[in-house]
């Protein structure tokens, strides 16, 4: 069984551009959630979305903002680029949302990202 | 504000002894704890979860404590091997409303542990 696919493992850019990475979840699994991972914030929930409904969503600006597919895959899309974006982002997927053992969820490699 | 803090940024032991991993909280409505393992370059992955009804669960050499009236839970490694070595996030969730879904996992900003052969 394939694992959690993000694309593309890498990208730089610079300030003021746009970006959009891509998730594709484990075959089956509804639920997404997207991560920011920094080094002085940890890991921070960005959103999640649940059969192409944002379902939860984090402390992060409206610069930041995602979407699924009906097939379950998810991007996610940041505007407008500051350095502190600079992060490694993740995404997870899992069956559900709606019971604990659900939330055993199953992170892609992630995308890092580099704002010059 | 930070809900999960792991307080040690990293820690070191010596193969085979035991390791301990510690997590506090401060939301008293989480019930749902979770531990992951993220080695460099890829995604974090699933080890161990608690209830909150229950204080204590192992599979293998890992066994998570959790004390509810401290707001604390413990990681366990033992005996601890030099694969071992990664960062460990702790997790925590809290279910939304009486009969809600499960909240989405909060992370502490985790712990590097080092198993030196």
């Known amino acids: 069984k394939a694992g959690v696919t993000q694309t593309p493992r890498y990208l730089i850019k610079t300030r003021g551009q746009q970006v959009t990475l891509s998730c594709s979840p484990i075959?089956?699994?509804?639920?997404v959630s997207w991560y920011q991972q920094t080094p002085g914030q940890g890991l921070q929930f960005l959103f999640e979305y649940f059969s192409e409904t944002q379902r939860n969503k984090g402390n992060f600006p409206g610069r930041f903002s995602g979407r699924q597919f009906s097939n379950s895959r998810s991007e996610m899309n940041v505007s407008t680029l500051e350095l502190g974006d600079s992060a490694l982002y993740l995404c997870?997927?899992?069956?559900?949302?709606?019971?604990?053992?659900?939330?055993?969820?199953?992170f892609g490699p992630g995308t890092r990202l580099t704002v010059l | 504000d930070q809900q999960v803090k792991q307080n040690s940024p990293s820690l070191s032991v010596q193969e085979g002894r035991i390791s301990i991993l510690n997590c506090d909280y401060t939301n008293s409505m989480f019930d749902y704890f979770l531990w992951y393992k993220k080695y460099p370059a890829e995604g974090p992955t699933f080890l161990i979860s608690?209830?909150?009804?229950?204080d204590k669960n192992e599979d293998g050499r890992f066994t998570v404590f959790l004390n509810k009236s401290a707001k604390h839970l413990s990681l366990h490694i033992v005996p601890s091997q030099p694969g071992d070595s990664a960062v460990y996030f702790c997790?925590?969730?809290?279910?939304?409303?009486?009969?809600?879904?499960?909240?989405?996992?909060?992370f502490g900003k985790g712990t590097k542990l080092s198993v030196k052969p």
């Open positions: 075959s089956g699994h509804r639920s």
């Open positions: 997870a997927s899992s069956w559900s949302s709606g019971s604990p053992s659900y939330n055993e969820q199953f």
């Open positions: 608690i209830s909150s009804i229950k």
């Open positions: 997790a925590a969730s809290a279910r939304i409303g009486l009969r809600g879904s499960q909240g989405n996992l909060i």
